[in-house]
């Protein structure tokens, strides 16, 4: 705990905000340190910080906050700083336990996936999915670009080579080869990109907020599988009950949940020794794309 109040101490003042009295760190994330800081005119902040440098991530992290915010309405934190080292915003509260606040952004969600329509998968730049690289190059088929840059992406990273077998990989191919009989065919929106329950916060005054974005456009229901499949809270139940509504989702989504999900599943094998059960996850939603060997 020590190191992380000198990291994120010394960070700010190496950006010029000295007038930091104590920093308190806070937990939930998985990839970068993070606190709040206390101001001597009794102000606060939010801090972040990678223990090595950053490079981009945080200048693509602020724009996507402000993407969110600026093209479909999310409520985001303000950018006060993104710096190569240190990114700064304002301080957001925890979400309320009720199902009122759930469905407030069940009504959120939809707006961001049904105002923002775009005829090509992708973004302006790459940005990051924790510390590693989100390939965003814009294709216009959603099929091709969900496979080579959401799932066989992840194929040469060295955690990933070592978690999955060769009959895994195999699989995954011949998954992908298969998408467009898996997945309905629909347009490309703006999308959060790491959508779990712990980036979803609120505002002062109870609205739903959004942090930790890895924005690009693709399809909608990849944030839908992320909360889906991460273990949301019993209140989020009426979450998915209201977006379906409000997006005119078919009776089958929830049977394309793991499937949209085996990104992610790939993204924390590859970056965290402990994969939280990831990569038995991954094999048992390849299961019935693995080809049978001949006698």
Known sequence: MHDSIAL????????????????????????????????????????????APSGDAFAAEAEGLEALRALAGVVTPEVLLAGSDVLVLSVLMRRPDSEEFWEQLAHALARLHTNTSHPRFGWHRDNWL??????????????????????LRWLDEPRVEAALSPADRSALENLCARLPELLPDKPACLTHGDLWAQNV?????????LIDPAVSYMWAEVDLAHLWTTG????????????????????????????????????????????????????????????????
């Open 232 to 295: 949301p809270p019993p209140e989020a139940r009426v979450f998915f009950d209201r977006y379906a509504e409000l997006t005119s989702l078919d009776r089958d989504w929830r049977l394309r949940m793991p499937i949209l999900q085996l990104r992610q599943h790939l993204a924390v094998i590859a970056q965290f020794d402990d994969d939280w059960g990831a990569a038995d996850a991954v094999r048992t939603t390849l299961a019935p794309f693995r080809r049978i060997a001949p006698n």
């Open 8 to 51: 994120l101490t010394e960070r700010l003042r190496s950006a010029g905000i000295t007038d930091v009295i104590s920093v308190e760190p806070v937990t939930g994330g998985l990839a970068a340190t993070a606190g709040i800081a206390q101001r001597s005119d009794g102000g606060s902040i939010f801090v972040k910080a990678f223990a």
């Open 201 to 209: 916060l609120s505002s002062a005054d109870g609205q739903p907020a």
């Open 130 to 151: 924790g510390r590693r690289r989100q390939v965003n190059t814009w294709e216009p088929d959603g099929f091709e670009f969900f496979a080579q840059h959401r799932l």
